[in-house]
């Protein structure tokens, strides 16, 4: 058992910004603009009330001397944004807030009473002129619509400039440690695992390696951004990118959706470029499919969500299934030829065909050119091999996945000044291990990964120019691989090496040359990642001061038989069949 336990407090972040440069919450955004009369004037004392669309939840502030204003910490959804000013005419315009957007809404009002009301046409412009910051979002629109293989929304993280797909590099450290899906990413250069993530504001990196925990399927995902330069100092955490997701919440009315894709050889068009034959045994055979695509893959779920309290407390659930499987990709392997029907113990034999390898073994393959013996073990790892009259085999290792994901989430407002957001996400993974005894070539590990994440975030308004975030995330990843139940140790095909694990497993069984088979052996790895963060904002005039601090605990547990089984290796067939590397006090071996 290893244990790497890791504690990070962050020194108190203090910074102060004027209005060409506002600062906000993890995947919060910010609306802030100018109040003017006709004359270009600034009109001092201008309430603004800012209405999410959805939930009815509103947020005031007022005009300063400069006819400045600035509503900080807004979940990104669109908004009603409501300006009254004595002597004027009431202004109402509809926006829509991105995450970590500052969304610059400056009106002129025009001169009137207040029971006028100038509506507002035209969207407000999107272009963040307020921060330095480049950021690429990526809102519903594109999240539902781009074609996405797998609905794997955290593909579309390669949308924004300087981000490039990076696979190699050991982040993605496969479907035994790590969660599919995972998007290993360079942003301007930096290693790929120098991007932090956060979901709804919490942590949401996979503590192992450094990648993206499971992002939600595209129904549960209301939008995330991509920051990839200049951004603020309370995402210091990471050198590269950062990612903020934001999850769907519920609203004032009931909305939900059930769907399904399906992905088979019946909707599917062959490949042109796919073959009429196969090699089966060294044959070409006519494919019965004519080169259909083999992958099956059925996504289907579901989102509902809507009000309990009307104004006060709202519900979001969705859940998505998947199922993969496929036949998998042809691999080629050698392997020893015999034309006989059965395979002898042991003695030499009379054949007629004396280029076969075991035939020829028997007859004069032995040491010093003396008929041979096939050692028992041997004996035993090819009963399992799909021996012929060819050396060239080809076989195929069948790939079988199945996905869970739920996702939930509850907003509460206690009072207008006081809310409460929880949110849970579950995440399953298993993969079939692949077992047969009569073809130990396609042998290959299963794997189980288990993610949960769990967030509360609270959000107290103290006066309108002094607000509080408080977050607390936690979360748990715990994956296993190993093979099927019913493989062999090394043991039980007769080798009496002195240890192995207490599961079964077989690591490598190579002959150079010829044929190899073997996986890792069983293995968990487990993280927790419990994270407790806190910002205070407060707007003094033309001033955003920012405070903030972060706790972090990590904690890795690896349980890893790695190696425990051995690996054995001969140098050529002769010396496979023979037995004679089993001698411990020399080469390590069977015998």
């Known amino acids: 058992m290893k244990r790497n336990i890791v504690l990070a407090l962050m020194s108190l972040v203090v910074f102060s910004t004027l209005s060409s ?12 603009g100018t109040i003017t009369d006709p004359t270009g004037a600034a009109i001092v004392a201008a309430q603004i009330t800012v209405t999410q669309i959805g939930t009815g939840l509103a947020r005031e502030a007022a005009t300063d001397v400069g006819g400045y204003y600035v509503v900080p910490s807004l979940h990104p959804a669109g908004y009603t944004i409501t300006i009254k000013a004595r002597g004027f005419s009431d202004a109402r315009q509809n926006v829509t807030l991105l995450a970590d957007q500052t969304l610059t809404v400056s009106l002129q009002l025009k001169v009137g009473s207040g029971s006028e009301i100038i509506q507002v046409e035209g969207n407000a412009p999107q272009v963040d002129t ?33 981000s490039v797909n990076s696979p190699n590099g050991g982040a993605d450290q496969g479907f035994t440690k790590t969660f599919p899906g995972a998007v290993t990413i360079s942003a301007n250069g930096a290693r790929q695992n120098m991007v932090s993530y956060q979901l709804d504001g919490g942590n949401y990196v996979d503590e ?20 990839t330069s200049n951004y603020t100092a309370e995402y210091g955490q990471n050198a590269g990118a950062v990612v903020n997701v934001i999850t769907k919440s519920g609203s004032n009315n009931f909305h939900g959706n059930a769907f399904e894709f399906l992905r088979n050889s019946v909707f599917n068009a062959r490949n042109y470029f796919a073959p009429l034959t196969f090699l089966d045994n060294g044959v070409l055979t006519p494919t019965k499919d004519e080169g259909r695509d ?7 779920g579901g989102t509902f969500g809507g009000p309990i309290i009307r104004n006060r407390t709202f519900f979001f659930f969705g859940v998505q299934f998947t199922r993969f499987r ?91 000044n006081d809310r409460l957001s929880v949110r849970y996400g579950y995440n399953q993974f298993e993969r079939g291990a692949v077992f047969d005894p009569t073809n130990l070539l396609a042998y290959a590990d ?10 509360i975030h609270e959000n107290h308004i103290f006066r309108p120019t002094l607000l509080n975030d408080f977050r607390f995330s936690y979360a748990r990843e715990n ?8 493989v062999p140790s090394v043991q039980d095909l007769g080798s009496n090496i002195p240890f192995q694990p207490p599961t079964n497993a077989i690591q490598q069984i190579r002959v150079n040359g010829f044929f190899n088979f073997g996986d890792n052996p069983n293995a968990s790895f487990i993280r927790n990642n419990f994270t407790w963060s806190d910002d205070v904002s407060w707007v003094k005039g033309r001033h ?10 990590s904690r890795v547990d690896l349980n890893n038989r790695f190696f425990q089984p051995a690996e054995f290796s001969f140098n050529g067939i002769n010396g496979f069949l023979s037995g004679a590397l089993g001698d411990y006090s020399g080469n390590l071996a069977f015998r």
């Open 130 to 162: 307020m921060t330095s910051t480049i950021r690429q979002v990526v809102e519903q629109a594109r999240i539902t619509e781009l074609p996405l293989n797998g609905r794997n929304a955290a593909q579309l993280t390669l949308l924004s400039p300087g």
């Open 479 to 486: 994956s296993t691989r190993g093979p099927a139940a019913n």
């Open 21 to 32: 440069n506002l600062a906000h919450g993890q995947g919060l955004g910010s609306i802030a």
């Open 294 to 300: 083999q992958i099956k893959r059925n996504q289907f």
């Open 208 to 227: 192992y390696t450094n990648v993206n925990q499971p992002f939600p399927f595209p129904d549960a995902l209301q939008e995330f951004s991509v920051q």
């Open 326 to 416: 496929n036949v998998g990709s042809p691999s080629n392997s050698t392997v020893p030829t015999t034309a006989l029907s059965t395979i002898p113990a042991s003695g030499p034999v009379t054949s007629s065909c004396p280029t076969c390898d075991i035939e020829t073994y028997l007859n004069t393959g032995g040491p010093g050119g003396t008929p041979g013996t096939i050692d028992p073990v041997s004996l035993n790892i090819l009963a399992g091999l799909p021996l012929s009259t060819n050396k060239a085999v080809t076989f195929l290792k069948p790939d079988n996945e199945n996905f869970k994901e739920y996702l939930g989430r509850v907003d509460h407002s206690f009072t207008q």
């Open 544 to 553: 955003d001061f920012r405070f903030g601090g972060v706790i972090e605990r």
């Open 446 to 455: 299963g794997s189980n990964i288990t993610n949960q994440n769990y967030l």
